[in-house]
């Protein structure tokens, strides 16, 4: 993995709102493998719920964090390695 791919995917798992407008686009994002998807939706996740819990979310927010959970689940149950969720 290049320099410049890892930066990307570490930058994607601190700030993921930055470079996905929505959980489903890191899907489609065919940079990534499934386990760089699985840590970044984590990532989007936790922060998704310290947002609920410090009661600074925005509107959305907790649909939001249920796409995100969706997509989590279906990343951990269909991960092989580098396979796509179907």
């Known amino acids: 993995m290049s320099i410049k791919r ?3 995917v570490e ?3 601190l700030d ?3 470079y996905y407008r ?3 686009d890191i899907i489609r994002d065919r940079r990534l493998t499934n386990k760089e998807r699985l840590d970044i939706v984590i990532a989007w996740e936790r922060d998704t719920l310290a947002s609920i819990a410090s009661e600074d ?3 959305g927010t907790e649909d939001k964090l249920g796409q995100l ?3 989590r689940t279906e990343l951990e ?3 092989d390695g580098d396979r796509a969720p179907k």
């Open 57 to 59: 979310a925005a509107i």
């Open 77 to 79: 149950q269909n991960f």
């Open 11 to 13: 930058d994607a798992k």
């Open 69 to 71: 959970e969706r997509l």
């Open 6 to 8: 890892t930066r990307f």
């Open 16 to 18: 993921p709102g930055r």
């Open 22 to 24: 929505h959980p489903s």
